[in-house]
């Protein structure tokens, strides 16, 4: 199994408070991604990080931003959380972009707002 | 648009029978096919992936997808389940070399009847 963890794995907050969800790699692959899950929608691509302090956004990336100063690190960060980024978040990493490599998964995280 | 659609959100089968599972696409470009599978709390896993060639493409677990072109489908089969198999299948699309731009499905749910 690829080495990915994230933290926490299940989280419950309130309503403006801000959270920051983790991911961490041991494989040194270069691309990290952060996708949301919801019933209904599949996997949406929130953010992605090619590289150390690079990123870019995703299909919904309103309310949420990244950081990356670290190759083994991504992390996602809900500024003011609301309830409708209730969801199950995953990290995804791979060594090349879009279809050329696999992706591998974390075991998620979930969030629920209040 | 470009889309992915399973339109069985939900399917039982009984253990060693048959399966398929259906996938259609919406995509301009050449496409870069994929099945995943979630088990219950986990991440997902890479079944199979259709780049080229041969339309019928063999994964893990047993599984095989074929692509045909002419009706945008990239459907998952299984000649026999077991019941470790229940878990949510995702099919995704997406191009050869762009993070940003993978496509999951909404999934379907795989349950087994004894």
């Known amino acids: 199994d690829a080495g990915i963890t994230q933290s926490p794995r299940h989280k419950v907050t309130e309503t403006g408070t801000p959270v920051t969800l983790r991911c961490h790699q041991t494989?040194?692959?270069?691309?990290m991604y952060w996708y949301r899950q919801d019933p209904g929608h599949g996997l949406r691509l929130i953010h992605y990080?090619?590289?150390?302090?690079?990123?870019d956004k995703g299909e919904v990336s309103d309310g949420y931003s990244v950081s990356r100063s670290k190759t083994e690190d991504f992390l996602l960060t809900l500024e003011s959380a609301t309830s409708s980024q209730t969801s199950v978040y995953f990290c995804a990493i791979s060594e090349e972009p879009g279809a050329r490599d696999e992706q591998f998964f974390g075991p998620g995280t979930r969030l629920t707002v209040l | 648009a470009q889309s992915v659609t399973q339109p069985d959100i939900h399917i039982t089968v009984s253990e060693g029978a048959s399966l398929e599972l259906r996938c259609n696409y919406s995509y301009g470009a050449t496409p870069y096919l994929f099945w995943y599978v979630q088990s219950p709390g986990q991440g997902l896993q890479l079944l199979l992936k259709y780049f080229s060639g041969d339309t019928l493409v063999q994964g893990i677990k047993g599984f095989e997808a074929e692509f045909k072109r002419s009706q945008s489908s990239f459907n998952l089969r299984k000649p026999s389940v077991h019941w470790s198999d229940a878990a949510e299948y995702f099919c995704a699309v997406g191009p050869y070399s762009s993070a940003s731009k993978i496509i999951f499905g909404s999934g379907t749910r795989l349950s087994i009847r004894p």
């Open positions: 494989e040194n692959h270069r691309y």
């Open positions: 990080s090619y590289g150390v302090k690079d990123t």
